[in-house]
């Protein structure tokens, strides 16, 4: 070969590299660019359903509130000479609903016809037990239930938006109420003022706002920015808007503080380099691109080989971990893909009555996805241990994965500590898949709250603890993305909706979900993926944990009181009211029993003020292992309502006579009354039992 001849192949070889690595970082470029993208709107929407939770609770207290109101109204409207005259009492209801900014007043009786409503033309034409669509859902008020909310849904009689919400009426029938859009807007502006305050989605700048449908902000990420007009942020963010409960809300994410999913950046960069090097080798000879195949192959399989063998060496093994720990119990597993990815688990004794858990998946494949999990799961254990909050634990794991991180991995993962005491879970969720909460002899249901960012990818990033409470009986399953995201012949992944089926499936059929150190219902969850998977090999790690808190075995100590004294007015019945809302957020078995109990103090306080005479009342609540009291005292005439003879609801209304329903609603909730006159002040205990999952 001459010279000149070296020279061209020299300058064709060292062209065709330089073409090669051109390409390769220009395709890195896109496609970092399309992941960045497609992560952070995965972000978006799971922000999104978050805070549509927060606005429908929101909205459906105000509605709530209004159809109590009507109720109310009701029951004096059923004692006058026009009650039956539709059109009197439509003109009525019409004004009615005008007053209190409702659209919508509709009552239906024992049957489910629509005997009265504020549009004279519906009187008689509807029937809730035989129609369809949304209207059939408020049939379940005519047997069972207190209140039933719809979201913003279209009129399928006249095409507009709208909500309806109802309540029961405890002589039958219900009461029900909607909402256009505007109307929403109006009742539930102010209980949505300053509801994302603090909620940053990445940054200082970026957030969650609500805003009115001209533009105003009702609620801004920053307190006191409210009040001013909407503007697009453009394309320095990503941002979105949709509408929640006639509500345009936005959230918004700057560009410049995005974190950058990089998931394939390391790899995808050897490929193509690798491909440049190969074309540059086949100008050169097929035996030098054979021999690096080969080589190739050969280290991929001993790099798969030591990361399997580093992965399963740090996960513990060894089932039950603490056979003399009777307050809970735990099993994982985990079923290696071909390409051993990063999984982890992890669990151990945080303190005499503390046990903390998690799950994690590191980025990337092989050897360095392993040696980054073995750091990651060492580092989260060392600072774990000591004694710090946990949200303050995941930002220090944060900084020292961030630090030194010059292969841009992360990690995703799920913590939490349980208290083996009071069955009080703390946890954190950094990037990771929502858990399964499993209670005990309930449905299945997703533990979903807001997300930090994943572990390593940048350092100075904040995390918020959450916390949920398990009774005796109770579970938490705990997952990897290799679960949810196995896909079938077609590209149809598992997903979340097909995972929680069969949870439920499974332990309605009797699948254990621990026994003796054992869970065959991970075996069963992980072969209804592959089953799903069909032909398609398992492409990811399959990693599942499970909890159960066992409880302590005693009841709890002595019960709670919370007692407080108000006027004997209107405004002292709202404070009481508000005041119960606080003793509710305090203890989490009175959830189930809210309605119930706001209903009883809006009957009592009421009488209180409307007849006793008295200057104020005490409302007191005791909270119980297996029951709750409410305690209504006051300095008024003498009055036992115990002693009123009930009337008889079986008699058409103009045939009852006037009261006594509201006693009867009550005695009907309650599971004892009790009655005494006491120190010159009527005193009323009223009990309704406490559902107890644990049996206890």
């Not at 006058?80 to 009552?107: F, H, K, T, Y």
């Not at 409503?117 to 008020?141: I, K, M, P, Y």
């Not at 097909?498 to 003796?516: I, N, P």
């Not at 409302?619 to 009930?646: L, N, Q, S, W």
Request: hydrophobic share 40%; glycine share 8%; with cysteine.
């Amino acid at each position: 070969m001459t010279k000149q001849s070296q020279r061209r192949l020299a300058i064709r070889l060292v062209g065709a590299v330089a073409i090669a690595f051109a390409a390769s970082m220009a395709l890195t470029w896109m496609l970092h660019e399309r992941l960045t993208r497609r992560d952070i709107f995965r972000l978006i929407d799971n922000v999104f359903s978050d805070v549509a939770v927060d606005i429908r609770e929101r909205v459906d207290a105000r509605m709530f509130r209004q159809a109590m109101v009507v109720r109310d109204k009701v029951y004096e409207m059923q004692e006058q000479p026009w009650w039956n005259d539709p059109d009197e009492s439509s003109r009525r209801l019409r004004a009615l609903a005008d007053e209190l900014g409702v659209d919508e007043i509709c009552i239906a009786d024992a049957d489910g016809m629509l005997s009265h409503s504020a549009r004279r033309d519906e009187v008689g034409a509807l029937n809730f037990a035989t129609a369809e669509g949304q209207a059939h859902e408020f049939a379940s008020l005519l047997t069972e239930g207190f209140e039933l909310s719809q979201p913003l849904l279209p009129n399928s009689l006249r095409g507009e938006m709208i909500k309806y919400v109802a309540v029961w009426m405890p002589e039958g029938g219900f009461v029900q109420v909607g909402g256009g859009e505007k109307s929403v807007r109006n009742l539930a502006r102010s209980a949505l003022t300053g509801l994302t305050h603090g909620w940053h989605v990445s940054g200082d700048e970026g957030g969650i706002f609500i805003t009115t449908d001209n533009g105003t902000i009702i609620s801004h990420p920053q307190a006191g920015q409210e009040g001013g007009q909407w503007r697009d942020p453009g394309k320095d963010s990503y941002w979105e808007k949709r509408i929640l409960e006639g509500f345009p809300v936005y959230v918004v994410i700057p560009k410049n503080t995005a974190v950058v999913e990089r998931r394939v950046l390391v790899a995808t960069s050897a490929f193509l380099n690798g491909m440049a090097l190969v074309l540059a080798s086949i100008l050169v000879g097929l035996v030098i691109a054979r021999y690096v195949r080969d080589q190739l192959a050969a280290q991929r399989r001993n790099e798969m080989e030591m990361a399997k063998n580093i992965q399963e060496s740090a996960i513990p093994r060894v089932f039950p971990p603490f056979p003399d720990e009777s307050r809970m119990d735990v099993f994982a597993t985990m079923q290696a893909a071909r390409d051993i990815g990063g999984d982890f688990y992890d669990f151990y004794l945080s303190g005499s009555d503390r046990f903390m858990f998690m799950i994690a998946d590191v980025s990337g494949k092989g050897v360095p996805a392993a040696l980054y999990m073995m750091r990651a799961k060492a580092t989260i254990k060392g600072i774990s241990q000591t004694g710090l909050p946990l949200a303050e634990v995941v930002e220090k794991v944060n900084e020292a994965l961030s630090h030194d991180n010059d292969a841009n991995m992360f990690v995703t993962a799920w913590l939490g500590e349980l208290n083996l005491e009071t069955g009080v879970v703390t946890f954190v969720n950094a990037g990771h898949n929502p858990p399964v909460r499993l209670p005990f002899g309930g449905e299945p249901e997703f533990a979903r709250e807001r997300s930090g960012m994943m572990l390593g990818a940048m350092g100075g990033l904040k995390y918020r603890s959450h916390e949920m409470k398990l009774r005796p009986g109770d579970m938490l399953y705990l997952y990897t993305d290799g679960i949810t995201e196995q896909s079938d012949e077609h590209g149809e992944l598992f997903g979340e909706n097909r995972l929680k089926f069969s949870l439920s499936t499974l332990l309605s059929e009797g699948v254990s979900a621990l026994d003796h150190g054992a869970s065959p219902l991970l075996g069963a969850v992980f072969h209804a993926v592959i089953a799903h998977g069909g032909m398609v090999e398992q492409s990811d790690d399959c990693t599942q944990l499970i909890v159960r808190y066992n409880g302590t075995g005693r009841r709890d100590a002595d019960p709670q009181r919370f007692a407080r004294d108000f006027p004997s007015t209107k405004e002292g019945v709202a404070s009481a009211s508000a005041f119960l809302d606080e003793v509710v957020e305090k203890d989490d078995a009175l959830a189930l029993l809210s309605a119930k109990m706001h209903i009883i103090l809006d009957e009592i306080a009421s009488n209180i003020v409307k007849h006793s005479g008295a200057t104020n009342f005490t409302f007191e609540v005791e909270c119980g292992r297996d029951a709750v009291k409410m305690t209504f005292a006051d300095d008024g005439a003498e009055y036992d309502p115990i002693a009123h003879v009930d009337p008889d609801v079986s008699l058409p209304a103009e045939a009852r006579p006037i009261g006594g329903l509201g006693i009867l609603m009550v005695k009907k909730m309650s599971s004892r009354l009790a009655y005494r006159r006491e120190g010159g002040r009527n005193v009323l205990d009223i009990t309704l039992n406490l559902v107890r999952l644990d049996g206890v």
